[in-house]
């Protein structure tokens, strides 16, 4: 909310505590332990911009205006 951006469900539902914390630790845990930081580039790469911890947790970024 400070940054302005909001996590959603792939689906745009709202989400829970649990997928809001197990997407934590595997921002945490998993990401950092690909080489290369293949985890985090990989927004660069795909077209909704998400990075590995956002594709296994299934979650999508927004921005919130």
Known sequence: MAIGVRI????GAQLSFGRATARHFLKTMITPLV???IGYLMAAFTARK???HDVLADTL?????
């Open 8 to 11: 959603v469900r792939a689906d």
């Open 50 to 52: 998400r990075a590995l």
């Open 61 to 65: 970024v927004l921005k919130s205006y």
């Open 35 to 37: 080489p290369f930081f």
